[in-house]
C-alpha cells in the first residue's frame, strides 16, 4: 500500500523556520522524483520545490529560492522542506507528492497535506 505521510506543519511567526517532512512507504522510493505543492486558500496548487529521483538536482518556485530547501534520505525513504525566513503568504497546506514517468505511463502518489501557517 502506498503511503505518504507529512509532518511537521504548524503555526509559526513570520521570519521563523519549518521542516516538513514526507515519509514514503509501499513503492521504490529511490526510482521517484519527489516534489512539494502547496495550496493557500482560494488558490490553485503550486509547485514550491522539487528534487530528482537520484537527488542530483533541484528546483524551487521563484517566491521561495533562497528560502526553502528541499533534501531527501534514502535511509529513511523521507523527503524533507527545511522553510526559513518564512512570510504570512507561505501560508499554505502542503503537499508531498511522488512522481515517476516511463516511456507509457506516469506514477503520482500524494500525501494528505500539513497545514503551515505563518502569522503573528
Known amino acids: 500500500q502506498v503511503q505518504l505521510v507529512e509532518s511537521g506543519g504548524g503555526l509559526v511567526q513570520p521570519g521563523g523556520s519549518l521542516r516538513l517532512s514526507c515519509a514514503a512507504s509501499?513503492?521504490?522510493?529511490?526510482?521517484?522524483?519527489m516534489r512539494w505543492y502547496r495550496q493557500a486558500p482560494g488558490k490553485e496548487r503550486e509547485l514550491v520545490a522539487a528534487?530528482?529521483?537520484?537527488?542530483?538536482?533541484?528546483n524551487y518556485a521563484d517566491s521561495v529560492k533562497g528560502r526553502f530547501t528541499i533534501s531527501r534520505d534514502y535511509v529513511k525513504n523521507t523527503v524533507y522542506l527545511q522553510m526559513n525566513s518564512l512570510k504570512p503568504e507561505d501560508t499554505a497546506v502542503y503537499y508531498c507528492?511522488?512522481?515517476?514517468?516511463?516511456?507509457?505511463?506516469?506514477?503520482?502518489?500524494w500525501g494528505q497535506g500539513t497545514q503551515v501557517t505563518v502569522s503573528s
Open positions: 507528492n511522488a512522481h515517476r514517468s516511463t516511456w507509457t505511463r506516469q506514477y503520482e502518489h
Open positions: 509501499g513503492f521504490t522510493f529511490s526510482s521517484y522524483a
Open positions: 528534487i530528482t529521483s537520484t537527488g542530483g538536482s533541484t
